[in-house]
């Protein structure tokens, strides 16, 4: 009888730590999936700021503004100063693609992010350099500028948006360029 109470105790013990094992896969499967959704959405964001810049490089204006939520606001910033506020997808179409035509080429490279992501809400600030090169009285002229994007982006229907910018221009560098 006592080694049948032995096994029985045994078999209880032997229970109760697969069921504390199982919890805790079932925890750790949580956590692991929670911080895989993270890293999804980190490259998602990463990959919106990068696709606004290569967009506008190519003057795609109706396909970039297309990353903005259709209530969207960007500010831009320059000299500490903000020039006004763009509102929606239309203003903003209106107003880059004019202003990008002015340019024979239109170069960004995106550096740094950080991010904070709050569910389906996020906000981050990302660095970038871009290079616009046009014309000035006949000359070829090179601007380069050092921006940052300060962005509060939404998910809708499972894509991740941006809902504000605030484009500050922090410094600019023009010069004449040769043949």
């Known amino acids: 009888m006592k080694s049948v109470a032995k096994a029985g ?15 805790q896969t079932s925890t750790n499967n949580a956590d692991l999936e ?3 959704r993270e890293m999804q959405d980190r490259v998602a964001l990463k ?16 396909t970039q503004v297309q990353l903005f939520t259709a209530d969207a ?3 831009p910033v320059v000299n500490g100063k903000s020039t006004g506020v763009l509102k929606g997808r239309d203003q903003m179409e209106r107003t880059f693609g004019p202003f990008l ?3 024979q080429t239109i170069y960004h490279f995106n550096g740094q ?6 569910g389906d809400k996020a906000s981050g600030i990302s660095y970038c ?3 616009l090169i046009g014309l000035q009285n006949g000359k070829r002229v090179r601007t380069t500028m050092g921006v940052h994007y300060q962005d509060e982006f939404v998910r809708e229907n499972g894509r991740w948006l941006i809902a504000k910018r605030t484009s500050i221009f922090d410094w600019q560098d023009r010069q004449e360029m040769g043949e």
């Open 101 to 103: 035509n002015t340019f």
């Open 113 to 118: 992010q950080t991010l904070t992501l709050d």
């Open 9 to 23: 105790l045994g078999l209880c013990v032997l229970l109760f730590l697969c069921g504390s094992l199982m919890a």
């Open 73 to 75: 606001t960007l500010e």
């Open 34 to 36: 929670k911080r895989l």
């Open 129 to 131: 350099t871009v290079t």
């Open 47 to 62: 990959e919106l700021v990068d696709n606004f810049s290569i967009l506008a490089d190519k003057k795609d204006v109706h």
